[in-house]
């Protein structure tokens, strides 16, 4: 299991995340940008690292020969980068992963330049091939025709390597989506020897019509730092968007924008406050959310659930996915947005 522990672990902190997974036994991670890498070096994280965007220039391609990192390669310019940063520090040759585009049309060796760009890669007497993968784009839909598709053009690259007698090294194109529709896929791709997941990691679900048995790790919480009654027709927040259609109360959450809270919710998105969802009322402003709670047992200092649990460990009370539905996002989005001002606290590491 090659563990995508990028944009800090999906906003759940990268290092803790890194050394959970050490001790439940996982053996890599990977990161997006040799930044992510370099710092969870820096944090004593010491599991090989997989680094998807590979080098961008020389000082990258430095830092990544320097920090024993493994670079993903897309193009022969970060070869060539690469290549000159392993002959600088000489000892042996430095590994490398190699992405075929097979349709995701993002990055990676276009599929028609790709069983030669490996093979040359392999040739290159400062790197050594230890993988090749590709990436899934459609995995997460009802129709895995495309994902089949994307598949066999990738067992093509794979079997014309070790026609030419080029070892691929560690074969994978499995992300979360594809992981959960393995069984269904992994007949039309070469045999793969490690799997991608990202976001079931977290316990967020990367198939909605085919759900896993995950434990979402993620709970947002916010107190009600204010409690008011409101009279019938009277406005609340910004823009009056919202305007009492009974005599009510509000809740007022210490949470906005500026921490997560996606001003699409206005309106339209709920949280959840003394056993039920009680819906988001008037604009998400950057600090403060304003919920209707009518005559319910509200109080001063109380927590909302903005997604998640009300307790370490429970079960979820509003599902991130459901909170993304209402904010008319996804759940990839909502856990990455967090902002650097609210308080974290790490439980069971």
């Not at 990544?64 to 040759?93: N, P, W």
């Not at 794979?158 to 026609?163: T, Y």
């Not at 269904?184 to 079931?200: C, F, I, S, T, W």
């Not at 947002?220 to 009056?240: C, D, Q």
Request: proline content about 6%.
């Amino acid at each position: 299991m090659i563990a995508v522990i990028k944009a800090d672990a999906y906003g759940h902190g990268a290092a803790p995340v890194a050394r959970a997974l050490a001790a439940a036994g996982c053996r890599q991670l990977a990161t997006w940008s040799a930044g992510e890498a370099v710092a969870l070096r820096e944090a004593g994280i010491e599991l090989p690292l997989l680094v998807l965007a590979g080098p961008r220039d020389a000082a990258e391609a430095d830092e990544l020969v320097a920090r024993g990192l493994t670079a993903v390669l897309h193009d022969a310019g970060g070869r060539a980068a690469l290549a000159a940063a392993a002959r600088r520090r000489g000892g042996e040759r430095v590994p490398v992963h190699v992405e075929v585009d097979t349709g995701m049309r993002r990055m990676g060796v276009p599929f028609e330049a790709a069983e030669s760009f490996a093979a040359d890669t392999a040739r290159e007497p400062a790197l050594a091939l230890a993988g090749v993968m590709t990436h899934l784009a459609r995995a997460d839909e009802p129709d895995l025709e495309p994902s089949r598709e994307q598949l066999r053009a990738f067992a093509e690259v794979v079997g014309a390597l070790r026609k030419r007698g080029v070892a691929p090294g560690c074969v994978h194109a499995a992300n979360s989506a594809g992981l959960v529709a393995l069984a269904d896929l992994e007949k039309d791709g070469p045999p793969q020897d490690a799997v991608r997941p990202g976001l079931m990691l977290y316990g967020a679900q990367p198939r909605a019509e085919l759900r896993c048995e995950l434990r979402p790790v993620m709970s947002l919480r916010a107190p009600v730092v204010a409690l008011r009654r409101v009279r019938r027709g009277e406005a609340v927040g910004y823009a009056a968007l919202y305007r009492a259609r009974a005599d009510t109360r509000i809740a007022t959450l210490a949470l906005g924008y500026a921490d997560g809270v996606p001003i699409s919710t206005s309106g339209r998105g709920s949280v959840w406050l003394a056993g039920a969802l009680r819906p988001i009322a008037g604009r998400v402003s950057m600090d403060y959310v304003g919920v209707e709670v009518g005559d319910a047992p509200v109080e001063l200092g109380q927590t909302a659930v903005v997604f998640g649990s009300e307790t370490a460990g429970g079960p979820a009370v509003l599902p991130v996915e459901e909170a993304a539905r209402s904010a008319g996002t996804i759940s990839y989005e909502l856990l990455v947005r967090v902002g650097t001002r609210v308080h974290r606290e790490i439980c069971g590491v």
